[in-house]
């Protein structure tokens, strides 16, 4: 009795096991099975048609069923027989075009010129009408007096739009009482490189951010190597140029939209947004320096200079991140509309919303409302002082120096605020603008102050003078005296 017992539980057993196994292979057909399927995407919901081109249920309208797509082959032609319909799998609404790609609707009805034809791996073809008949055309070039119709629609012009592209549907118009096959279709703008906004954005934008990163690296190298240079403001404004250039850098990754496949415009919008962020909050503790020291008593040139950078890099830095922080959280999580950028052979990528930009943004604009606090104050502070020391004189040629890298830098960030409303003229303006502000910067901090043109003529034994020390900078007494001038 004990053995039949042992003998029914094991059967038990095995059969509980085959059904789980059938269980699982049928699980796995079925995912198999809707991995095999032609994906179709229809513009409204299943149970929706396009009335008036608004998406209705069919309940409101006179038809009775819902649109289904008539599949035809690659090779097929009018009057060919109808081909085997392919498993296909339904998706449901509108296309999402890429930015270079304008949206197109198209219908097709028997008085139609256009065709439209689903294909049996998932393609729609559109059919473009000739001016000419397709038939007659046939005859003048190839001196026959009769094609078959095959032969004249391969030659037909066609497009074929892959999934993702495209959505179709059944469209009724209540005012002519028509019933169409709609269609919206993603079409590539044609790329014209002898139009003057082909030549701006793709020629002279790359030249002139190339000129603005050389601008930016001469400034860094003339402040890093003079060792008559590197003091605090010399290595604030290394940090703050090489910033600069680290922004150009990704500004000009994401100029060729085309080269998309290789490219992230997330993080190249990134890096471009945070180096420029960096780079006023680098201007903003070069404009602290100089306000903290023409308001404290007691003040030292160059004693410590290397714990001040420190602390000033750790501020720097650490807003930098946390604010970049910030917006890539808001941008992940609560941007609810993410723009999309891309191009003709690569799939469209998303970049920093309107959301992200207004954390950097704001940022940016709250520094440059510090720095105005700075320079008034200061300003009012030199007012009132009645005796300088070395170091405030000095200081007063910083002074001057971040005034007007304040001033370059705030136009140039109002110009690239305006660009990004994407008008023609305010793009162009902020082409020229970015490298302007390059540009007078070079000059601010280099060929505008005869103490680095002097340091530099010595180094470089260039744009030497025969002049006498008359006249100088201060400090450059001492240095003309140990350089033997």
């Given at each position: ?33 809707e991995?095999?399927r ?49 498993k ?5 609404g509108?296309?999402?075009?890429r ?6 609707e198209?219908?097709?009805?028997p ?17 473009i ?16 007096e009769?094609?078959e119709?095959?032969?004249?629609q ?18 009724i ?31 002279i ?8 990163m ?13 060792p ?24 000009l ?13 997330l993080?190249?919008?990134?890096v ?17 320096y ?14 410590t ?18 604010i970049?922080a ?5 941008h992940?999580t609560?941007?609810?509309?993410k ?7 690569f ?24 720095d ?27 002074f ?40 007078l ?11 680095v ?7 470089c034994n ?17 240095t003309?005296?140990?350089?033997g001038?």
């Open positions: 009795m004990r053995l039949l017992l042992v003998l029914l539980f094991g059967v038990i057993l095995a059969k509980a096991s085959t059904m789980d196994n059938y269980a699982g292979s049928s699980v796995s057909g079925a995912e198999e099975d991995l095999a032609v994906k179709i995407a229809k513009c409204c919901e299943g149970t929706e048609l396009l009335l008036d081109s608004v998406c209705v249920p069919i309940s409101e309208t006179n038809e009775t069923k819902p649109w289904r797509p008539e599949f035809q082959s690659d090779d097929s032609y009018e009057g060919a027989k109808p081909v085997k319909e392919p296909y799998l339904l998706k449901y509108p296309p999402r075009c930015a270079n790609e304008n949206q197109w198209v219908y097709y009805y008085s139609s010129p256009d065709t439209l034809v689903v294909l049996t791996n998932g393609k729609l073809r559109h059919y009408p000739d001016q000419v008949d397709e038939v007659e055309k046939a005859k003048e070039m190839y001196g026959m009769f094609l119709l095959e032969d004249v391969a030659k037909a012009i066609h497009y074929d739009y892959p999934f993702g592209h495209y959505c179709a549907d059944k469209a118009f209540t005012k002519n009482h028509l019933i169409a096959t709609y269609a919206k279709i993603c079409v590539p703008r044609p790329i014209k490189w002898a139009n003057t906004d082909n030549l701006m954005k793709k020629a934008d790359p030249a002139l951010h190339a000129i603005a050389v601008s930016y690296l001469v400034v860094a190298i003339v402040y890093f190597v003079l008559q240079l590197r003091d605090l403001v010399g290595n604030i404004i290394t940090t703050m140029t090489l910033c600069l250039i680290v922004n150009q850098s990704a500004s990754v994401r100029i060729f939209t085309e080269f998309g496949n290789h490219v992230s415009f993080i190249a919008d990134s471009m947004y945070v180096s420029l962020l960096a780079a006023f909050f680098w201007l903003n503790a070069l404009g602290y100089v306000w903290n020291t023409f308001r404290s008593r007691n003040v030292f040139l160059r004693s200079d290397g714990r001040k950078y420190c602390c000033y890099s750790t501020f720097v830095w650490g807003s930098t991140v946390a970049a910030t917006a890539i959280f808001a992940f609560l941007e609810t509309k723009p999309i950028i891309g191009g003709v052979a799939a469209a990528q998303e970049t920093v919303g309107w959301l992200g930009l207004s954390v950097l943004f704001t940022s940016v604009a709250f520094t440059i409302i510090v105005l606090c700075f320079v008034l104050t200061t300003i009012n502070k030199i007012k009132r002082m009645r005796t300088y020391g070395r170091i405030h004189h000095k200081m007063k040629y910083s001057r120096m971040f005034i007007l890298i304040y001033a370059i830098m705030s136009v140039g960030w109002i110009s690239l605020l305006l660009s990004l409303l994407k008008y023609d003229g305010l793009i162009y303006c902020h082409i020229v603008v970015n490298v302007f502000q390059a540009l910067i070079l000059y601010v901090c280099v060929f505008g102050q005869k103490r043109t002097f340091l530099l003529g010595k180094t260039c744009c030497t003078s025969n002049d006498n020390a008359e006249g100088l900078d201060w400090g450059e007494e001492m003309a005296i140990n350089a001038y």
